[in-house]
């Protein structure tokens, strides 16, 4: 993860974004893929969930 920024919309919901990182060996050489990815947890019934995910 790289970046990562949090965006309080109340005290029971918040966006969180950031650059996700993945590793791979392709022929014995190591390659990063990145992508962003957001999402946004929501305080329901006294625990926090994950209501919606974006991935590009």
Known sequence: MARPHL???????????????T?????GDPVTARCCET?????LSGNWKQVHMHLS
């Not at 999402?39 to 305080?43: F, L």
């Open 7 to 21: 965006r309080w919309l109340s005290d029971e919901s918040v966006v969180v974004s950031y650059t996700r990182l």
């Open 23 to 27: 590793q791979k060996l392709v022929n």
């Open 39 to 43: 999402r946004i947890w929501q305080k």
